[in-house]
């Protein structure tokens, strides 16, 4: 869910690089859809808004007024385009749901969301789903395509194989080509188990997530094996009195659709020195701002350490200090 509602700040398209500025235009009705849909989840949620641009109120002050963020009575609907099923979504409170909106820009309640369960659905790999909006005031319907995902198989390491980490050497994770997707990130869980004084001298299970590469656009991903052990470094604090064990480490891929990677280029292509005042855009609605896309998620378990990596583990100068053991 993360993804859905922490994909961008959508003050930026109000105040570009100033932060002294206040958008007034002649009236207009802008739809803003988030909405990623997978088949690893268990319920579909969309995010589905309006933005106002007034001749005489800024757009954030405008964002502060709940009554001016939600359409009345809209109808959210989700369309097989193969079959010509359509599903209604229903309107939630997503604080009630366990997903509440963070504090900032935007009206914090209500905080309505739209919601179908997965199984009432049944979204199929490789259907195209159509997104539509009716905003029930006589305006054009609002459309958006995306093709369920599935989820990426991983072919180096092979699952379940013990990995070798080598400092000035590359490692290697393979997974298979993905015609729809647009972008991928890579993540790999470190599961460990620790003893200290705090613990009464009793081992307790803990884990840290690496983060090897985001915004991904191939299907593999080559990375020198020293920055495996700074990610342990950097994730498990120094301690003389606490003895760690290693347990495994698991491979997580996402997947998401072409939209979401071409949305996220096109705002990265304006960032850095080199950057203007001019907010580049894309979206794949019909009308309006945001992004209606799918994406997966592939999580492998169970992977270790050859004798090599284990022993760097232990005595390397990276994580020599961590007192594995």
Known sequence: MKWIFGLLSLAALF?????????????????????????SDTAIYIRVEKAYLDPTTS?????????SLYYDNAVVQLKRISSGQ????????GDLEGYPRDSGTFAESPNYLYKIRANEIALAIGEKYQFILRRNDHSDLVTAETIILPKAVLRVPTPGSLCSFKSNS???????????????????????DEKSPETSNIFQHKSFDWVVVRNLTE???????AEFYHSVAANIAEDVNATRRFDSLDIVVWCA??????????????????????????????????IFTSRNVANYTGFGLTNSSLDSLKNGSITGHLNFQ
């Open 15 to 39: 105040t570009a690089c100033d932060n002294t500025l206040v958008v007034t235009d002649q009236w207009k009705d802008i739809p803003v859809v988030w909405g990623l849909i997978s088949k």
């Open 59 to 67: 757009a954030l002050d405008i964002a502060r007024i709940p009554d």
């Open 86 to 93: 359509v599903y209604t979504l229903q309107r939630v409170d």
């Open 170 to 192: 590359l490692f290697t994770f393979d997974w298979n080509p993905i015609p729809d997707a647009g972008i991928f990130d890579l993540h790999v869980m470190f599961h460990y």
């Open 219 to 225: 299907d593999i991903y080559k990375v020198d094996g």
């Open 257 to 290: 659709g072409q939209e979401l990677g071409e949305f996220i280029k096109i705002s990265q292509a304006n960032s850095g020195i080199t950057a203007t005042q001019d907010i580049p855009t894309y979206t794949n609605l019909s009308e309006g701002i945001g």
